[in-house]
């Protein structure tokens, strides 16, 4: 998951936020990045490009292909951690946080194993993910 967020933007992230949900049979993720001190989706990586590195005119590629091939490879990977679970009788987490540091190269995560947004009428996995990066946007402001 983190070698394809991180090919995604071209190596080129101070941190990379993956969210990933599995309740009742729905699968689900999302992805979002620490650029150059800016929080930002996946969709907006071109805002936080610094105008020193526009010389070079980079911009990273956001087409909407890129970024369902990601959501796919993500999918998948969860889809063989669910396949993994069941073969060690363990456990499948409902939710997963995941931080990768780039320059520091470490992985933190965080596991929740109860239903996290199933049994709330309002909640969905997409909102949960959103309300997550709002939480680390307004954590480094």
Not at 29 to 51: C, Q, T
Not at 116 to 140: M, Y
């Amino acid at each position: 998951m983190v070698s394809i967020c991180l090919e995604y933007v071209f190596d080129k992230a101070n941190k990379i936020y993956i969210y990933c949900s599995f309740e009742e049979g729905l699968l689900s993720n999302d992805f979002f990045y620490n650029i150059n001190g800016k929080i930002v989706e996946r969709h907006k990586l071109n805002d936080a490009i610094v105008n020193e590195e526009s010389e070079d005119d980079f911009s990273y590629d956001i087409s909407v292909d890129r970024q369902k091939a990601v959501v796919k490879i993500i999918n998948n990977d969860i889809k063989e951690m669910i396949k993994l679970c069941k073969q060690y009788d363990r456990e499948m987490p409902t939710e997963i946080k995941m931080i990768y540091d780039v320059k520091t190269n470490k992985l933190t995560a965080d596991y929740k194993y109860e239903l996290v947004h199933t049994n709330d009428p309002n909640k969905t996995a997409s909102s949960i993910a959103r309300l997550w990066f709002e939480q680390v946007k307004k954590e480094n402001y």
